[in-house]
């Protein structure tokens, strides 16, 4: 193997909307697999994500390059989300939503606080962002 082809291996992936199959140096590892993930950035080898599917048994022998995930910092992705927020809107909405004021102390706040997480996850209850 070539030094720019060292750590790549032969990949076949037949996509079939029944049973996909996947192929690594030859090997069939469908019946393994949870998922895959294709990525490729242009003048680049692709690169293909296995997720292994829960309560299977897996086995592999063999050499490997190992890269340790680290978990994304949700702190810019919440920082750009807040920032898009319209404060006015945002209490006009909390005021206007009866269900969540139960005249206990800081309504208010906790009812921005599940307003805010209900627009995070696309809940938007008949408020469009702009």
Do not use: K
């Not at 994500?49 to 897996?58: K, N």
């Not at 190992?66 to 978990?71: E, L």
């Not at 269900?99 to 696309?122: K, S, V, Y």
């Amino acid at each position: 193997m070539s030094e720019q082809n060292e750590g790549l291996h032969h990949v076949r992936i037949v996509a079939d909307a029944a049973r996909p199959t996947v192929e690594i140096d030859g090997q069939d590892v469908s019946r393994l697999l949870h998922s895959y993930h294709v990525q490729q950035e242009a003048g680049r080898e692709p690169t293909v994500v296995l997720e292994l599917a829960a309560h299977r048994t897996t086995a592999l022998e063999g050499l490997a390059r190992v890269v340790v995930g680290v978990p994304p910092d949700p702190g810019p992705a919440a920082a750009e989300f807040l920032q898009a927020i319209d404060a006015a809107q945002l209490e006009q909405t909390a005021l206007a939503r009866h269900d969540l004021q139960d005249g206990r102390p800081n309504e208010l706040t906790r009812a921005m606080l599940q307003l805010l997480g209900e627009w995070a996850r696309g809940q938007w209850a008949g408020w469009e962002p702009s």
